[in-house]
């Protein structure tokens, strides 16, 4: 059974930009959530999507956006892309009414 | 709101050393418990887990047993090999309403030395 994946795995952008990272979940699992990992911050929960629908939010600006799709694959997009973005970007999928979550290897974004 | 706290890092031994790392949790009702590991440049990936009060999780010689007096939830190893060299997080599901989120200790960088 294949994992979570995360597409690319590396990217580099310059402040301003806009930026749109990719997950698949595993087959199945209809709950992906996304979080944000940094040094100084560790790591924080951004959105949870099901059934195309956002379900649940954390604490972020607005410039940090997502969507899901029928096939349960989700995007998340930021915006206006500021240097204290540069983060690891892990996405997360779960069954549905399960709290265990399957991260997949992450996208690190370098924002320049 | 819910938090976790795991020990201060980070841990260093020798191999074939006993390890632990605390972990104590605030959260009203009842919430999952998770011992994520991460090694460098990769994902999380889930080492361990436990979904009510006094059940105990284990994995590859790792063992945590959720403590609902004490709200603890510490990782323990009888014997740590150089491959066990990761950062370890303590995390939280509250489920209910707080679809899809998990709550994460700072992380403990453990290093074993042959």
């Known amino acids: 059974k294949a994992g979570v994946t995360q597409t690319p795995r590396y990217l580099i952008k310059t402040r301003g930009q806009q930026v749109t990272l990719s997950c698949s979940p595993i087959s199945g699992h209809r709950s992906v959530s996304w979080y944000q990992q940094t040094p100084g911050q560790g790591l924080q929960f951004l959105f949870e999507?099901?059934?195309?629908?956002?379900?649940n939010k954390g604490n972020f600006p607005g410039r940090f956006s997502g969507r899901q799709f029928s096939n349960s694959r989700s995007e998340m997009n930021v915006s206006t892309l500021e240097l204290g973005d540069s983060a690891l970007y892990l996405c997360?999928?779960?069954?549905?009414?399960?709290?265990?979550?399957?991260f997949g290897q992450g996208t690190r974004l370098t924002v320049v | 709101g819910d938090s976790v706290t795991q020990m201060e890092g980070p841990v260093t031994l020798s191999e074939e050393a006993f390890l632990t790392i605390n972990c104590t949790y605030t959260a009203t009702g009842y919430p999952s418990l998770f011992w994520y590991v991460q090694y460098p440049g990769e994902g999380l990936q889930l080492l361990l887990k436990?979904?009510?009060?006094?059940d105990k999780g284990s994995n590859k010689g790792f063992e945590a047993t959720y403590r609902k007096e004490t709200t603890s939830f510490h990782l323990e190893k009888g014997s740590v090999q150089v491959s066990d060299s990761a950062v370890y997080f303590c995390a939280l599901g509250a489920g209910g309403t707080s679809y899809g989120k998990l709550t994460f200790g700072q992380g403990t960088i453990l290093t074993v030395h042959p």
């Open positions: 997360a999928s779960s069954l549905e009414g399960s709290t265990e979550a399957f």
């Open positions: 436990a979904t009510k009060a006094d």
């Open positions: 999507y099901f059934s195309e629908t956002q379900r």
